[in-house]
């Protein structure tokens, strides 16, 4: 009798596990980018996992970073996925709005699978917070018939030119009329942007969040000359604008990110590329960050979460968002890194520049990993802005020490 119990106890207890495993599950993923670009991934994740649904709800960039602090201030258990950018990371990790991932993942997959630079910036503290997606690099612009016109010998495709040679150029390659500059000779796409102006003194040896050392300042004049004395670069307000004035053939050369070839290649922009400059005795500095993917802190779908971030980051997502178009972002996955410089149709152009951009993985640094990230992005953004419209390095540098310094003092 009690035999013929425990065995009904137990086909009940597996019964009930098995309707549990077979259950499905909606994971909610917030995001800022397009549900389009997102889809893939999702799609993907589930073919291979029918009982799991994923959701996708995209929100302006601003809206977005709002949404998570507001859902995250109310314990909201509504989200499973929150898409991370990269210097949010630590932020995410002190706030407690995403749960740790230590224990879901070995360091032989991570580093197998995932670009050391973008890698590091995925862990605050020791704590693993999220997984990167896709990076992004960065390659030197130029507009070949511009080039040929004032017969400058364009950059190599190989060897990256130095800051002074590009200078150089951009002055023979400026051209105004009347007062007004028809062809500008160098762009920063991201204009006074730290993701994109980071890597001048980063080049010089400086320490991004200490802003009195003489790396800084020999970037800066050269920042500020290119605007002020040289008058090669245009101050204008967003990215929007720069790319709008090299697709146009208003500039001969452009600092910027390597998601732009496709799209160009597409639109029939006069455009190549080449290898990211650095100072003459200083050393070779690409910008890179991710798109990373975290678990929402109150979700209650963690298994399942855990599950969709591997296949999204360590597995086939990134590849298939990548072959379906719907990204043109550089790659963080390493499979998918290696079968860019494997597969032929990655050797010409616009395609190549993957390779390029490739070669400079062993150059890429991420932005700095603070917690207080927004208080330095503001403060950096301005002092790049107050220089390159005319305040002198010392002065903007020193005030950006000051109140970086108060920003941390006030914290701790």
């Known amino acids: ?60 960039f601003d809206a977005y970073f709002n949404k998570v602090q507001a859902d995250m201030a109310a314990k909201t258990a509504s989200n499973d996925i929150l898409s991370v950018d990269a210097p949010s990371v630590a932020e995410y990790t002190v706030r407690h709005y995403v749960l740790p991932m230590n224990k879901y993942f070995t360091k032989e997959e991570l580093t197998s699978s995932i670009a050391s630079a973008v890698l590091d910036a995925s862990y605050y503290n020791g704590t693993l917070s999220a997984l990167p997606t896709f990076s992004s690099n ?8 511009i080039f040929k016109a004032a017969n400058v010998t364009p950059p190599s495709p190989d060897k990256p030119w130095t800051w002074e040679e590009v200078v150089k150029a951009a002055q023979q390659l400026t051209q105004s009329e009347n007062g007004t500059t028809k062809v500008w000779g160098l762009l920063f796409e991201q204009v006074n942007q730290p993701y994109e102006i980071l890597p001048l003194p980063e080049s010089l040896g400086a320490d991004p969040m200490d802003f009195t050392s003489q790396g800084w300042l020999k970037a800066m004049q050269f920042y500020y000359d290119c605007y002020n004395t040289w ?9 929007n604008i720069t790319d709008q004035l090299f ?18 290649a597409k639109d029939k922009v006069n455009f190549n590329y080449a290898p990211y400059p650095y100072f003459a005795g200083g050393k070779i500095v690409v910008a890179t ?60 152009f616009p395609w190549s520049i993957y390779r390029l951009a490739n070669r400079q993985v062993p150059y890429t640094v991420p932005r700095p990993v603070t917690p207080f990230w927004d208080a ?37």
């Open 1 to 60: 009798m009690n035999s013929r119990r425990s065995l009904f106890l137990v086909a009940l207890l597996c019964s009930v596990a098995t309707v549990s495993m077979a259950q499905n599950v909606t994971l909610r993923w917030i995001s800022w980018w397009g549900v389009d670009t997102l889809k893939p991934i999702a799609q993907g994740f589930e073919k291979t996992h029918p009982n799991i649904k994923i959701e996708i709800q995209s929100y302006p």
């Open 138 to 145: 960065h390659v030197l612009y130029y507009n070949p018939a």
């Open 231 to 239: 008058k090669i670069s245009a101050n204008v307000a967003n990215s």
């Open 247 to 264: 697709a146009s053939g208003h500039a001969a050369m452009m600092a910027g990110g390597e998601w732009n070839a496709v799209g160009w």
């Open 289 to 348: 960050d991710a798109q990373h993917l975290g678990i929402a802190a109150y979700s209650k779908n963690v298994p399942e979460c855990v599950e969709f971030i591997k296949y999204a980051t360590l597995g086939e997502g990134p590849t298939v968002e990548f072959e379906a178009g719907a990204s043109v972002l550089f790659p963080a996955n390493i499979p998918l890194l290696n079968k860019i410089e494997q597969d032929p149709k990655y050797a010409d």
């Open 376 to 412: 330095y992005q503001t403060l950096a953004y301005q002092m790049f802005n107050n220089i390159s419209t005319g305040t002198s390095p010392e002065t903007a540098l020193q005030a950006a020490q000051k109140q970086w310094k108060r920003t941390l003092e006030s914290t701790y």
